[in-house]
């Protein structure tokens, strides 16, 4: 098995990232979005890619405020398809205003999307991804998967001997509470 870990330390495209917020806790809701936003964005294609186009899909989703996306209509989706900046695949760019809009109702259930998502919590993998395939749009096993572990959610983000794996640990992220075992699929 192949870890981030082994290519993203030091990498000027994956470093930051790999070092400072994948599998660190994350609570805040553009993030949150952002982060789902950029694992639907890139099913299909490479992490470095999306990477790559980040700063272009915070400026096309306007710095991911949830309620904006969720008023998105037919001028913005045209918008979004003819910008060369970001994946321009329609069915992604409409999960993401369809997943803007689920949050928004995720606000009015649970207070906030980071609620919800601990409220939820523990799941096994299995569980996660038939929740969100119920819940989102475009949110499959992989995407859901790596949604999770990006924030803290699921384990498997950095091997043991990783300095991010200790800096992130000592947050305590939630999958840490269970236990590695918990999340052994049988």
């Known amino acids: 098995m192949g870890w981030y870990c082994d290519y993203a330390i030091g990498d000027p495209l994956h470093g930051d990232y790999h070092d400072t917020e994948y599998g660190f806790p994350e609570s805040d809701e553009r993030r949150l979005f952002e982060r789902l936003v950029m694992e639907i964005m890139q099913a299909g294609l490479n992490w470095g890619l999306i990477l790559k186009k980040r700063e272009g899909l915070n400026a096309a989703f306007h ?8 008023q998105y209509g037919d001028e913005d989706i045209a918008r ?4 060369p900046m970001i994946v321009r695949n329609r069915l992604k760019v409409n999960a993401a205003i369809h997943n803007a809009q689920v949050i928004q109702q995720l606000r009015d259930s649970h207070g906030s999307f980071a609620n919800w998502i601990a409220a939820q919590h523990p799941l096994k993998k299995t569980q996660w991804v038939k929740l969100f395939k119920k819940t989102f749009k475009f949110t499959g096993g992989e995407i859901t998967n790596e949604f999770l572990m990006s924030i803290g959610y699921l384990p498997g983000t950095h091997r043991e001997d990783c300095p991010a794996y200790q800096k992130l640990t000592a947050l305590s992220p939630p999958w840490r509470a269970q236990g590695l075992a918990f999340y052994q699929e049988p």
């Open 63 to 70: 710095g991911f405020d949830v309620d904006t996306v969720a």
């Open 80 to 83: 979004l398809l003819n910008d």
